[in-house]
């Protein structure tokens, strides 16, 4: 096929088969839902791991349920992140800031003391109405050259723009690239953060895949990205949050502006990891992960235990569904998220439940589908009294944590 990104051909490295959109959660068991390939391929010329078969937005945000959930490690980045901002200047009292996908506005609310103006732009009509809800003025629409325009006629330049794990979304980053470019001060900076290819590679992170994540950005994809648009990378910041991930900033190509060392330390070792033996590598996992996790279902439930999954996750459906778990072998699926609870997993077909409900009928396994938020989850249910259940943690290797 051919590379979205510099448009020169790519080769396969892994099939997980065909799978439901990840977030599109049945309201009823009975509910039909069509499955669609999930392939991840590779582009070595700019280095651009892609998915094969890219959904209509339509198919994957009509009903959208992810709501950023309250978390402390979410917190702690923010506070982590914010800092970064504010220290290198890309951030400032004088700064109007627009997020794209900024969801229910939580990172807005974070920044809001720190700069001039805040304005959120995001597709999902529920979540947009509920970050205006909470007082932070949300657009409700895709983000794109036309949206960019409309923005920058009515609020002005952004000196600021911000996208939190919402560039890998969209089929194509030139057109979110020609929207930055056009709504972005002279002087202004983009800051893109995105799950980070070399973390997903290097943690065997195979269900980082899905249909929502069209790309999974390197240095490399993302520098030619920008480049194409008449931006250029100028810093990075690396962060462990969603299982390790990468902060972009760019500016406009024509201000000739320096580039800090980061770019060049980072690229280095990204391309010792970004390499046919690696990514083969990495295709091997998904199999083995298969067969390790089947097995160790299998055991568990041959003792007469139980399992839930903690984290109705987008991750945890492509693992679910590819390993081929569903609501026989797993219980329940426990999940903090209000407009989550009482509907089911799409092809796992397993019932979603609250944490307090999890919490009082507690199963002798977790099966951490959350596994980003590892210690967070551990913590609190050890701090809520649940010394029994164990966490089965599937990434970066399976194992069992007691
Ligand atoms: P994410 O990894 O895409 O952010 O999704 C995390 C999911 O896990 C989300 O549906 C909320 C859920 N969750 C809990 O149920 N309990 C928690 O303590 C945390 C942090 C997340």
Redesign the pocket.
């Known amino acids: 096929m051919t590379c979205r990104i510099c448009n020169n051909s790519t080769y396969m490295v892994l099939d997980l088969g065909s799978t439901p959109p990840a977030n599109s959660f049945l309201s009823s068991i009975e509910d039909k839902i069509e499955n669609f390939p999930l392939v991840l391929e590779y582009c070595s010329s700019c280095s651009n791991l892609q998915l094969r078969d890219c959904l209509d937005s339509d198919k994957l945000y009509k009903n959208y349920y ?1 709501v950023t ?1 309250k ?1 402390q ?1 979410l917190d702690s980045h923010y506070s982590f992140f914010t800092n970064f901002l504010l220290a290198k200047n890309y951030l400032n009292s004088e700064s109007s800031v627009v997020e794209v996908g900024s969801n229910i506005g939580d990172f807005l609310q974070h920044i809001k003391p720190y700069v001039r103006s805040i304005i959120g732009i995001d597709p999902a009509e529920n979540i947009a109405a509920k970050a205006n809800s909470l007082g932070i003025e949300t657009i409700c629409d895709f983000f794109s050259t036309a949206a960019a325009d409309n923005i920058k006629k009515k609020y002005g330049s952004a000196d600021t723009i911000i996208a939190r794990h919402c560039f890998a979304h969209n089929a194509s980053p030139h057109d979110l690239l020609q929207g930055v470019k056009l709504l972005m001060a002279p002087d202004g900076h983009v800051i893109i953060e995105n799950a980070y290819a070399v973390n997903t590679i290097e943690g065997n992170e195979i269900d980082q895949i899905y249909h929502e994540h069209m790309f999974y950005y390197s240095i490399q994809s993302m520098s030619k990205a920008l480049e194409l648009n008449g931006l250029v990378l100028v810093d990075l910041f690396i962060s462990q949050v ?1 299982g390790g991930s990468i902060s972009f900033v760019a500016t406009h190509a024509e201000n000739n502006p320096t580039v800090l060392d980061s770019v060049a330390d980072y690229l280095s070792y990204e391309k010792t990891v970004l390499t046919k033996s690696k990514l083969l590598d990495f295709a091997s996992s998904a199999s083995k992960i298969k067969i390790e996790l089947n097995a160790l279902v299998k055991n568990i439930l041959n003792e007469g235990k139980t399992i839930y999954s ?6 945890g459906n492509t693992l679910l569904n590819f390993i081929g778990l569903n609501n026989e072998s797993i219980t329940y699926c ?4 209000e407009i ?1 609870q009482g509907k089911f997993l799409p092809g796992s077909k397993i019932k979603i439940i609250n ?1 307090e409900e999890g919490l009082n009928n507690p199963p002798d396994y977790f099966l951490l589908t ?1 596994w ?2 590892r210690d ?2 551990i913590s ?1 249910t050890r701090e809520s009294g649940n010394y029994s259940s164990a966490f089965i943690v599937p990434f970066p290797e399976l194992k069992i944590m007691r």
Not at 310 to 315: E, I, R, V, W
Not at 334 to 337: A, E, K, L
Request: aromatic fraction near 14%.
């Open positions: 992810y959930p978390s490690t969603h903690y984290g109705a996750t987008a991750k426990v999940d903090s998220t989550k944490e959350a980003n938020y967070e989850i609190k």
